[in-house]
């Protein structure tokens, strides 16, 4: 099955974050999540806010919260640049959870920035409650 898998590279602005080979990867794209198999489309799209999921070459599957980035995707290479991405055992479900509730107080009060950024908070936050949620839960 080796033959049949993508090469994944995940990086972000401050490490390579994921490399290895895989059956799929699904992504969070800025209008739809979508999945890329073998021999998938060439394409070239931005992410959003979300949850990552990759199956492995033999079917492991992780997740992952990932703020923006782009996908590229060319004969079976898939090169992800994301602003952070955070494997999903290492995400605390309660801090996320307090960090929701705070990003939410937030949102409710004065300030169009702050509001903008309030909503990108409580992204991030839903983000890492998704991505704990499945890795505990599985696929």
């Known amino acids: 099955m080796a033959e049949r898998t993508l090469s994944i590279s995940i990086v972000t602005p401050s490490e390579t974050a994921f490399e290895g080979k895989a059956l799929s990867v699904a992504v969070p ?14 394409i070239i799209s ?11 070459e033999h079917n492991n599957v992780s997740f992952y919260a990932s703020r923006e980035g782009f996908i590229e995707v060319l004969k079976n290479n898939v090169n992800i640049v994301v602003q952070e991405l955070l494997p999903a055992m290492n995400i605390s479900p309660e ?45």
């Open 95 to 139: 801090q996320a959870e307090a960090d929701l509730e705070h990003a939410r107080s937030v949102a409710n009060g004065e300030g169009r920035h702050l509001k903008e950024q309030a909503r990108a908070d409580i992204h991030w936050a839903e983000a890492r409650i998704r991505a704990s949620k499945l890795q505990r839960e599985g696929p």
């Open 29 to 42: 794209g800025s209008h739809s999540p979508f999945q890329v198999w073998y021999d998938h489309a060439p």
């Open 46 to 56: 931005s992410l959003g806010i979300g949850v990552v999921k990759i199956e492995d």
